[in-house]
C-alpha cells in the first residue's frame, strides 16, 4: 500500500508565498508521477503541476511562473513551490501518485492553502 502525507499549507496574504511537502511512502515504483491537484469550494479538483520520475514538470497554465514543482526521488517526496500568491489559489490542495501499469492513482489527507488579506 502506498500513503501520501502532505504538509505546509496554512493562510497567507495576497502575494505571499507558501511551500507544501509530501512524503510518500510504502510500495513505490522506480517510475511514477507525483502531482498537486487543488479543489476550491463548489469547483472540481483540478491539475496544479506534475512531475514523472523521469521527465520534465506540466504546470496548469493559471500557476505557471509562480509554482515550481520539485521532488526528491530518493525520499519519495515532492514539493510545491507557491509565489505570488492571489486569493484565487484558496483551495484543498492534494498530493498524488500514479504508478503501475495499469496505473494506479493514491491521495493525500489534503492541505488547506488560504489567500486572504
Known amino acids: 500500500q502506498v500513503r501520501l502525507v502532505e504538509s505546509g499549507g496554512g493562510l497567507v496574504q495576497p502575494g505571499g508565498s507558501l511551500r507544501l511537502s509530501c512524503a510518500a511512502s510504502?510500495?513505490?515504483?522506480?517510475?511514477?508521477?507525483m502531482a498537486w491537484y487543488r479543489q476550491a469550494p463548489g469547483k472540481q479538483r483540478e491539475l496544479v503541476a506534475s512531475?514523472?520520475?523521469?521527465?520534465?514538470?506540466n504546470y496548469a497554465d493559471s500557476v505557471k511562473g509562480r509554482f515550481t514543482i520539485s521532488r526528491d526521488s530518493a525520499e519519495n517526496t515532492v514539493y510545491l513551490q507557491m509565489n505570488s500568491l492571489k486569493p484565487e489559489d484558496t483551495a484543498v490542495y492534494y498530493c498524488?501518485?500514479?504508478?503501475?501499469?495499469?496505473?494506479?492513482?493514491?491521495w493525500g489527507q489534503g492541505t488547506q492553502v488560504t489567500v486572504s488579506s
Open positions: 498524488s501518485l500514479i504508478q503501475g501499469s495499469p496505473g494506479a492513482t493514491y
Open positions: 510504502g510500495r513505490i515504483f522506480s517510475i511514477n508521477v
Open positions: 512531475m514523472p520520475s523521469r521527465g520534465s514538470a
